[in-house]
């Protein structure tokens, strides 16, 4: 029996092969580039400076038991409103040690790459079965495609790839698209596997990033949007994701001990708003909001710094906040007198505002003004707009088929070719911490945190560099962005300690350097780092010329906790060989040998004051003390023997 040629006419479900193919070659081409890139901004706090990742499989106990950030600063340190919570992606990393045995960047660059391709296939095949292109249409000029590709394209994501720390971002879009693709494809095949498959994704994503549960909202609005769905069963097939999301709290509430704190940092550079008013913070926000949308349309200048202030504080009556409230506004108001026409238009507005409220500081602070990985999982929803009203409107107000193709295709064509330099260009700047930095100062130029960062790399730059000429413009570069930075912020502890170390380095002016680690001491007396470094900048300083500067500081020193004994031993030595107070070097002296009773120089030169005061037996005592505690010492003997042969010829 022959089959009937009508059969080979049948419709067929479209091949997804050639598309899937030219995203995962797309995404590999604008950022092969990252590959060669080192550590930036914050990577090391997940790889090589996390203590739990350091540890390989061994630290993923550690890493699902403690704030992220305990595993770097070695302590629970709430630097941010609430905490962080998201091991998945540490998990990703300590798992890259104990395959490797040591962090390599290229492999976590490649890593992030691969994940961000099967984002865009993910949302190219999600886009596919909710809005099937009309017939004939070839798949390059489709919704679904276009979409996928602009959204990989889109150089607003640099930050979330190049940055391998973004990987958290990458994996909490991912897995809550996963979930959303197994609950749809539940709906098609009845099958419980898939939706218990669904939640255990949507889990996944929230252990990556906070910001997933939104998709307990995203899905059934997908359904209600997409889907013939009775309204009752779209409910009830949201509550097991309402039930993840509760178990995750639950989970992040016995770890941080908190779900939303109402602790504000006092520290502008974690909480942006310490000095604003309420006026100025709601108009702050608005600001925000509306750079959220031009960097949507227009991603340029782009900058991983968006601290206090590169962003101004903007009062709620300003312009710069009162357009963005209207266009928000009209937005939403559109959207919801639309909402039952089911429009991909009305879906694409929705995504964006319940995607970016999260990260809005609306709802609670996040630390900062803005990010643009902040707009990572919101840009979907920008996407599916846009595409959609191009790719699917634009052909309906002609009639001239061949004329809107060939339109499509140049407005999307130039698009990708913009996005695509823009991104590969972008990429460079991420190569390490001293080229983000020094690049994004020059947009950033109002930020504290990048005037400090950029001048503390030079500053280190400066000091490994043995070009004199060369040292000289790294110098002059570090000290105009630290002094900018201590005008910015004169109370910005790392600030005020790298502008006492330029002042040292560069200017020579020791007094000046001393007078900025002080400040920082006023602020926190517990600070190592500007105690340290007094100690080291008095060591450069002339005794003889300083002497009673000098130990004016020490003495200042002194009485801050914990007890020094370098610093008693500097000072019995300065007053004794240059204020000839013999008394008070020797009170010092004894001192430091109390606080370290090891302390070799203390000894010998207490063994020589005695010696002045013709305390004889004592500086006897000292001196064999010394020999004793380092015998090869030839110095010491000689003065023992000497002292003894004065104390016998007194005696005769």
Known sequence: MKIPKTVTTLPTQPDIRWPVLVIFLFTIAIYSNTLFNDYALDDLMVCKGNSFTQKGLAGIRDIFAWDSFTGFW???????????????????????????????????????????????????????????????????LGFPFLAAMLFIAHPVHTEVVANIKGRDEILALLFSLFTLQLTLLYLEKRKTGLLVLANLSFFCGLLSKENAIMFVIIVPLTI???????????????????????????????????????????????????????????????????????????????????????????????????????????????????????????????????????????????GTFMNERFIYMPSLGFVIVITYLIATKLPSLSKN?????????????AAFLLCSVKTFTRNKVWKDDFTLFSTDVKVSENSIKCNTSAGGDYLKKATGETDSIQKLEDYKFSWIYLSKAVRLAPNSIN??????????????????????????????????????????????????????????????????????????????????????????????????????????????????????????????????????????????????????????????
């Open 74 to 140: 070695g302590k629970e340190k709430h630097l941010v409103a609430g905490g962080r919570y998201r091991p998945f992606s540490l998990a990703t990393f300590a798992i890259e040690k104990s395959l490797t045995g040591e962090f390599n960047p290229m492999l976590s660059h490649l890593i992030n790459i691969l994940l961000y391709a099967l984002t865009g296939i993910l949302v190219f095949i999600i886009l596919k079965n909710l809005i099937r292109p009309p017939n004939g249409q070839p798949w390059y």
């Open 224 to 366: 209600y949007f997409f889907k013939k769905v009775p309204l009752k069963k779209n409910l009830t097939l949201a509550i097991p994701l309402f039930i993840t999301a509760l178990i995750f709290v639950f989970i992040r509430f016995l770890v941080l001990g908190q779900i939303v704190s109402t602790e504000i940092p006092r520290e502008l550079l974690n909480n942006p708003f310490l000095e604003a008013t309420a006026g100025q913070k709601f108009g702050t926000i608005l600001y925000t909001l509306g750079l959220y949308i031009k960097l949507l349309f227009f991603p340029h200048p782009l900058t991983h710094d968006y601290y206090p202030y590169h962003i101004p504080l903007v009062a709620f009556n300003d312009p710069r906040a009162i357009i963005p409230a209207l266009l928000y506004a009209g937005l939403l108001a559109y959207a919801f007198y639309h909402f039952r026409s089911k429009s991909p238009v009305i879906y694409g507005i929705l995504f964006y505002t319940l995607t970016l409220v999260i990260v809005s500081n609306l709802l609670f602070p996040v």
């Open 401 to 413: 088929g061949a004329m809107v193709r060939r339109t499509v295709l140049t407005v999307f064509i």
């Open 495 to 652: 600030a005020l300690i790298l502008y006492g170390n330029i002042q040292a380095m560069y200017h020579k002016d020791y007094k000046a350097a001393i007078g900025q680690y002080f400040k920082v001491l006023s602020l926190d007396p517990e600070d190592k780092t500007s105690y340290n470094n007094t100690i080291r900048v008095l060591a450069n300083m002339d005794n003889q010329t300083e002497f009673r500067y000098k130990i004016n500081t020490y003495l200042t020193l002194s009485h801050m906790p914990p007890a020094n004994s370098e610093i008693f031993s500097n000072l019995g030595r300065l007053y004794g060989r240059y204020a000839a107070n013999l008394d008070s070097a020797a009170l010092c002296l004894e001192t430091a040998i109390r606080i370290s009773p090891k302390e070799i120089n203390a000894y010998k030169d207490l063994g020589i004051i005695y010696s002045m005061m013709r305390d004889f037996p004592r500086a006897v005592e000292v001196f064999r003390i010394a020999s004793s505690l380092d015998p090869s010492d030839a110095q010491v003997k000689q003065n023992l023997d000497l002292t003894i042969r004065i104390m016998h010829g007194e005696k005769k």
